[in-house]
């Protein structure tokens, strides 16, 4: 049997979301990251104005017409108006900061007049974009402000040598008359050795210049994250929306495909016995042929056992029995009929306090199954390694079980979406399905392999079962 140690179970490739390396000190201000950054600069300042008014037109319209019923509904359009500003300043982050915010989930009515009333007044969305629209006004001020100074005081100082001369002439307190920028009373930008420290103090502003901005954008960047995505409890709720969706897809599928197997085998099974049964009584009743109607007695047996047979296995699909001993031993008698060599190391601390709870147990000895199956059918590996184990301390209550599978087969694998036609891959539905417990499922599965699923499951304690 091929065991693989568990310390090679960590993933060895970079994720695709890291972030890519900025240009350097000298590159900077020909990068063409930093002119983005300040075009976004540039165009937040243009919109802080209305965005601004916008924004305290909503409040203070908010509060006046508070008193009125009708006037509450145009207030609300203007509260849930913000989510419409909240999008255009993502779509700019997203263009000029390289920054991809996820979208809050869309506004939807609720049924009554006083609910609609209240959520369009109380809409989180639409009062967050507003809040960023606040907040942003002086920071847009600020920043443009700044960066455009660095960026024009290194531009011209770089280039004082040669347009100081077209500038026109002016009286020192020397009595002397001078061209060039003047500082105080009497230093003018007009010698040759003031001229080169000009020069060098703008190209020095110039390579502070995109530092400067930089800042400035991350901050917009904070602010965009924190007030313009969606929020934790949001993103929960379409979370568990999601995956109740794919759960109850998932049962439909289910069930009607042991409606079908029934239907298709058992069912046609039975009545075939049901036949062969009444032609047996018949030849008994009539005095027919006994050899005949013990051979359809014989003909029926046959096919009530392999009916039974048809059963268990539908049965198995539903609830394997070896669940009945708990996980341990069913992983164990899974990986002993897998056709590829399976090692299974479950911690004892898993069951030690009790059997875990029924959901949980056949979430996870289905996730072994179908990562077990991939790995034989597609994945062309010589050997599996599976680790179950808690985390977080004991398995109970506020820990949770990691089950890691590991196969060293040729890699590749990914998670394909639903494309509508009612069809998906096996690890979409195992995704689905554990998150429907609140769980995380964890894919890294590089070309050439190896293959790392870690699935976390919450485990609320035991079950209580003995």
């Known amino acids: 049997m091929t065991t693989l140690t568990a310390d090679r179970l960590a993933p060895a ?53 508070a008193v009125t019923v009708v006037g509450l509904f145009v207030a609300g359009a203007v509260v849930t108006g913000g989510r419409g500003w909240g999008a255009m300043y993502r779509g700019l982050a997203r263009d000029l900061l390289d920054l991809d915010v996820a979208v809050p989930a869309p506004y939807v009515r609720p049924r009554g007049f006083w609910r609609t009333i209240g959520s369009l007044i ?109 929020t934790r409890a949001s993103l929960r709720v379409a979370e568990l929306e999601r995956s109740r969706t794919g759960t109850v897809d998932d049962a439909d599928a289910r069930l009607r495909r042991i409606e079908r197997d029934l239907h298709d085998g058992t069912q046609a099974r039975l ?32 096919s009530t056992k392999e009916a039974l047979t048809e059963l268990r296995e539908l049965a198995r699909g539903i609830h394997p029995p070896a669940l009945d001993s708990g996980l341990g031993v069913a992983l164990e008698t899974l990986a002993a009929r897998s056709a590829l060599p399976v090692t299974v190391d479950v911690d004892p601390s898993v069951e030690a306090d009790g059997r875990l709870a029924p959901a949980l147990e056949s979430i996870a000895y ?13 994945a062309r590996a010589s050997g599996v390694y599976v680790l179950v184990e808690p985390v977080g301390g ?58 790392v699923v870690t699935v976390t499951l919450p485990t609320p304690g035991p079950s209580g079962r003995a």
């Open 271 to 302: 009545v075939a016995v049901a036949m062969q049964l009444g032609e047996a009584r018949e030849q008994l009743a009539d005095g027919g042929d006994v050899t005949q109607a013990t051979e359809l007695v014989d003909t029926a047996h046959a």
């Open 366 to 378: 289905f996730s072994v199954a179908e990562l077990v199956t991939n790995a034989a059918k597609h």
């Open 122 to 230: 109380g809409d989180a969305t639409g009062w967050r974009a507003l809040l960023f629209m606040f907040v942003t006004f002086p920071l847009a001020i600020l920043s443009f402000v700044t960066s455009i100074t660095f960026l024009a005081t290194g531009l011209g100082g770089l280039t004082c040598w040669f347009w100081y001369r077209y500038l026109p002439e002016q009286t020192g307190s020397d009595g002397a008359l001078h061209r060039g920028a003047q500082f105080g009373d009497a230093y003018f930008l007009d010698t040759p050795p003031r001229l080169a420290l000009a020069a060098l103090a703008g190209l020095l502003l110039l390579f502070c210049w995109p530092w400067i901005t930089r800042m400035f954008a991350l901050l917009f960047r904070v602010l965009t994250t924190g007030l313009l995505s969606p």
């Open 13 to 65: 490739v970079v994720p695709d979301g890291a972030a890519r390396p900025g240009p350097g000190f000298l590159t900077a201000p020909f990068a063409a990251r930093t002119w983005r950054e300040q075009g976004y600069l540039t165009l937040v300042l243009l919109l802080a104005p209305f965005a601004l008014a916008y924004t305290l037109f909503a409040v203070s319209f908010t509060a006046g017409v």
């Open 394 to 451: 004991a398995a109970g209550a506020g820990a949770a079980l990691r089950i890691r599978v590991r196969d060293d087969g040729r890699g590749g694998a990914v998670v394909v979406a639903p494309d509508g036609s009612g069809l998906r891959s096996g690890l979409a539905g195992l995704a689905d399905r554990v998150r429907s417990v609140d769980g995380a499922f964890d894919l890294s599965s590089p070309v050439g392999g190896p293959t």
